[in-house]
């Protein structure tokens, strides 16, 4: 059993900050890639950031220079460190862990959490 939980939403103002954490648990080998969706009511979740165990990361053009992710593979957790954030940042971000690599490996995600940029 696997369980991941994301923390660190919440309201901010445009042009502000936050950093979100996420953290998987349980049986665990080795975790691959780990990242950040986002989505709002009535749109496809899209892809934030990704990272792979080695360190590489993969951004959406429109959080590129903004958005930082980083892991710490000991403890089984990715973050997101959000800067300059816009009202078009606002969605509920979930995290996931893949625990495979290639089609059909096991992908883990969390229940989400809300990001809301508003003056």
């Known amino acids: 059993q696997v369980q991941v939980v994301e923390s660190g939403g919440g309201l901010v103002e445009p042009g502000g900050s936050l950093r979100l954490s996420c953290a998987a648990s349980?049986?665990?080998?080795?975790?691959?890639?780990m990242g950040w969706y986002r989505q709002v009511p009535g749109k496809q979740r899209e892809l934030v950031a990704d990272?792979?165990?080695?360190?590489?990361?993969t951004y959406a053009g429109s959080v590129k220079g903004r958005f930082t992710v980083s892991r710490d593979n000991a403890k089984n957790t990715v973050y997101l460190q959000m800067n300059t954030l816009k009202v078009e940042d606002t969605a509920v971000y979930s995290c996931h862990a893949d625990l495979g690599v290639g089609l059909g490996a096991p992908t883990y995600w969390g229940q989400g959490t809300q990001v809301t940029v508003s003056s």
């Open positions: 349980g049986t665990i080998f080795t975790i691959y890639n």
């Open positions: 990272i792979t165990r080695g360190g590489t990361t």
